[in-house]
């Protein structure tokens, strides 16, 4: 059966990366989301975990854990054999398909897997959702209320 990894900075979780886990886990098996330990992140990585774990919580075959350095190598620690993408835009394909090519060549027995942001999640994004709820937007249908609530605390507002 396929084991799945779900990569990205989640920085912070929106309803768009929690829709990409959901189905998902309803493809594989087992799907393992891999926050990734980036630098000047909004969240620490121990925050940012803890926040897709409880917007996963109804998802029994769905793990978070933290990763740093590459993906492949995460994944066959996990003993994944797909790499889980999102895709909203020309834009993310030209990037995606450059990374699945250097993933492949690294690791070949890891498929890469894109699913199609579904259209309410077309423009939501990690690095949107950070820059309007600086500025005092409420992103409460955007993302989990309990990420709402932690940008709220994390900007003052």
Request: proline residues 6%; aromatic residues 10%.
């Amino acid at each position: 059966m396929a084991v799945a990894v779900y990569p990205g900075r989640f920085d912070p979780v929106t309803y768009g990366h929690l829709d990409i886990a959901t189905r998902s886990a309803g493809l594989f098996e087992r799907v393992v989301v891999a926050v990734y330990d980036l630098p000047d992140p909004l969240f620490p990585i121990e925050e940012r975990v803890a926040m897709f774990q409880e917007a996963a919580r109804n998802l029994p075959n769905v793990t978070v854990k933290p990763f740093g350095g590459l993906v492949v190598d995460f994944a066959r620690q996990e003993k994944a054999n797909v790499l889980v993408r999102g895709i909203r835009a020309v834009t993310d394909y030209e990037t995606e398909f450059d990374m699945a090519l250097m993933n492949k060549k690294m690791a070949p027995g890891v498929e890469s897997v894109y699913l199609m942001a579904s259209l309410e999640h077309l423009f939501v994004s990690g690095r949107r959702i950070r820059e309007v709820a600086s500025l005092g937007y409420d992103v409460g249908e955007l993302v989990p209320p309990h990420v709402a609530e932690a940008l709220r605390r994390r900007f003052h507002r």
